[in-house]
């Protein structure tokens, strides 16, 4: 079975990138429960988050608060909250979301766990146009930030 994510990283799959760097990548999630919700993962195909070497583990976390703090001046959020739930993709990822409501990190009013898989009721969530994530990426866009060596915002795949 492909990994989506994996298939974002080698460029077969299009996606809204935020940051992208030699060991991470921050893109938009393409159903988002709030604006400006997007996730950062590591490029290694790794499963579950608490595999990750301690190094990346901890890249992954400088990377989604640097995010987090561009989600505060663009989205005037009350909360920025960081979530590993750990199901969806088989490939480690961190999500952020604004909160602007105390609900707003949860998902269950379009997903529910049935055995060990996630399954979306997708009709209630609006997917975004791809212009409209290129935004939302470019608007939280790291690449200016001092100590790292990242590239612009930019899509991937075609």
Not at 88 to 107: F, W
Not at 119 to 131: K, Q, S, T
Request: hydrophobic residues 40%; neutral net charge.
């Amino acid at each position: 079975m492909k990994c989506i994510f994996c298939e974002i990283i080698a460029g077969r799959e299009r996606a809204s990138v935020i940051y992208s760097d030699e060991r991470v990548l921050a893109l938009m999630t393409l159903h988002p429960s709030q604006p400006g919700e997007c996730m950062v993962i590591p490029k290694q195909h790794i499963d579950h988050f608490t595999d990750l070497p301690d190094d990346l583990a901890a890249h992954l976390v400088v990377v989604a608060q640097k995010i987090g703090r561009k989600m505060r001046q663009g989205y005037s959020p009350k909360r920025v909250g960081m979530v590993v739930h750990g199901f969806g993709v088989p490939h480690a990822h961190l999500l952020l979301v604004a909160q602007h409501n105390p609900d707003d990190i949860t998902s269950g009013r379009f997903a529910r766990i049935v055995g060990e898989k996630v399954v979306y009721d997708l009709a209630g969530i609006r997917v975004p146009p791809r212009e409209e994530l290129d935004r939302h990426a470019a608007l939280l866009s790291i690449a200016e930030e001092p100590n790292q060596s990242p590239q612009p915002a930019r899509q991937t795949g075609g």
